[in-house]
Nanobody, 120 residues
Framework: QVQLVESGGGLVQPGGSLRLSCAAS????????MAWHRQAPGKQRELVAG???????NYADSVKGRFTISRDNAKNTVYLQMNSLKPEDTAVYYC??????????????WGQGTQVTVSS
C-alpha cells in the first residue's frame, strides 16, 4: 500500500505565499512523475505543475512565474511553493504521484487534498 499525505494549505491574503508538501510512504520502489492539481468550486480539476523523475518541470500558464514545484527523492516528497497568490488560486489542491512498487509496475495515486483560500 502507498499513502500520500498533504500539508501546508490554509488561508492567506492576496499577494501572500504558501508552501504545500506531499509525502509518499509505503511500498515504494521509486517515484515517477509527481504533480499538483487543483479544483475550484464548480470547475474541473486542472493540472497546476508537474515534475518528472529526471527533474523536468511544467506549469499551467496561470501560475508560471509565481509557483515552483520541487521534489526531494530521498524524502519521497513533492513541494509546491506558491507566491504572489491571487483570489483565483483558491481551490482544493491535490498531489498526484506515479509510484513504482517494482521496476515495471507503475500506479497512480492521489492525495486527500488540501484547501487553499486566498482572501482579504
Amino acid at each position: 500500500q502507498v499513502q500520500l499525505v498533504e500539508s501546508g494549505g490554509g488561508l492567506v491574503q492576496p499577494g501572500g505565499s504558501l508552501r504545500l508538501s506531499c509525502a509518499a510512504s509505503g511500498s515504494i520502489f521509486r517515484l515517477g512523475t509527481m504533480a499538483w492539481h487543483r479544483q475550484a468550486p464548480g470547475k474541473q480539476r486542472e493540472l497546476v505543475a508537474g515534475t518528472t523523475s529526471g527533474g523536468s518541470t511544467n506549469y499551467a500558464d496561470s501560475v508560471k512565474g509565481r509557483f515552483t514545484i520541487s521534489r526531494d527523492n530521498a524524502k519521497n516528497t513533492v513541494y509546491l511553493q506558491m507566491n504572489s497568490l491571487k483570489p483565483e488560486d483558491t481551490a482544493v489542491y491535490y498531489c498526484n504521484v506515479v509510484v513504482y512498487r517494482s521496476a515495471y509496475s507503475p500506479a497512480n495515486y492521489w492525495g486527500q487534498g488540501t484547501q487553499v483560500t486566498v482572501s482579504s
